[in-house]
């Protein structure tokens, strides 16, 4: 187990380089505002949602990702938000925060376009104390902690109208160059060996409608991109019933599939969980992944704004 904890950890920030650098969330339908700042705005109050996901449990130093946001409509046109998170891979963790500005337009009678901008900043990590690995003398593992931030920023942009969206948003948007080595070892190099943080493309849409009085069914899709990995895309199947109580599924391009269920109390607290079936070599050492949400809608700042 302890090897297959340290290759995860040099597989991981082998990623961060060069493949998928930001954490993937089952309930992405309900955690949009994560994804794409320009929902921010979209619904006529303030809301506050949470999500902790321990992915790939029974694998020692894991990735186990925590995210708080608040977000929703400060005036007519306009939606703010704002949201800090944390993914630790055992002695390696990202964390940071951003805030964003959304502006909406009135396309026609139905549908409206959201464009937004956000900015924050990223902190990487690397404590290097307690490491247990076979080759102690080798100077990639020496050393103390490694701290590196490094601004941020998103941009997305959301055509949407009562009952469906369709958006894109492009994090990573600075691709600020990312150095994760100590300044010893990295003398010692002959070549530059920081990278760089990758722009990612999501794509998302999803269409809300009505099977009967009670039941509403809400397919969505989420695709992911950036360069050199292949296209990833999630896609999910919720069904809500008397708009309190929700379950359904998701289907990832990596052969997962995850369970949703999901439960509104009063129409003001929402409580989600989705736990996920691996479907890779890492089944023989994972039982799965966990995420839960946590989520309260707040009043509207300007009540009088409400349609």
Do not use: C
């Amino acid at each position: 187990m302890k090897k297959i904890s340290f290759l995860l950890l040099a597989f991981i920030f082998s990623g961060l380089i060069y493949s998928q650098q930001l954490p993937q969330l089952t309930q992405f339908m309900d955690n949009g505002y994560v994804l794409n700042p320009a929902f921010a705005g979209m619904d006529d109050y303030y809301q506050v949602r949470t999500t902790v996901r321990n992915q790939w449990t029974g694998i020692t130093d894991a990735p186990s990702t925590t995210i708080l946001s608040i977000y929703g409509k400060q005036e007519d046109n306009v939606g703010l938000g704002g949201v800090i998170f944390n993914d630790q891979y055992g002695h390696t963790s990202r964390a940071g925060g951003a805030i964003s500005y959304a502006y909406h337009l009135s396309l026609n009678e139905k549908i409206k376009l959201s464009l937004a901008l956000s900015g924050g900043f990223t902190q990487f990590k690397i404590d290097k104390n307690g490491w247990n690995v076979s080759n102690p003398n080798d100077p990639l593992t020496q050393g103390d902690v490694i701290v590196e931030t490094v601004p941020d920023a998103t941009f997305g942009f959301n055509l949407y109208s009562k009952d469906w969206y369709l958006g894109v948003a492009i994090p990573q948007l600075l691709t600020s160059n990312l150095n994760l080595l100590d300044n010893n070892l990295a003398n010692t190099l002959s070549t530059d060996q920081s990278g760089t943080l990758s722009r990612h493309i999501y794509v998302m849409g999803a269409y809300n409608f009505s099977a009967s009085k009670n039941w509403n069914i809400e397919p969505s899709l989420l695709l992911k991109s950036v360069t050199p990995s292949p296209l990833q895309f999630d896609f999910a199947i919720k069904a809500t019933y008397d708009k309190k109580l929700w379950f359904g599924a998701d289907y990832r391009s990596t052969g997962d599939i995850g369970a949703l269920f999901g439960y509104s109390i009063n129409d003001r607290y929402l409580i989600g969980y989705s736990y996920d079936i691996l479907n890779s070599e890492l089944s023989d050492y994972s039982t799965g992944s966990h995420e839960f949400m946590l989520a309260i809608k707040l009043k509207t700042v300007q009540p009088n704004l409400v349609k």
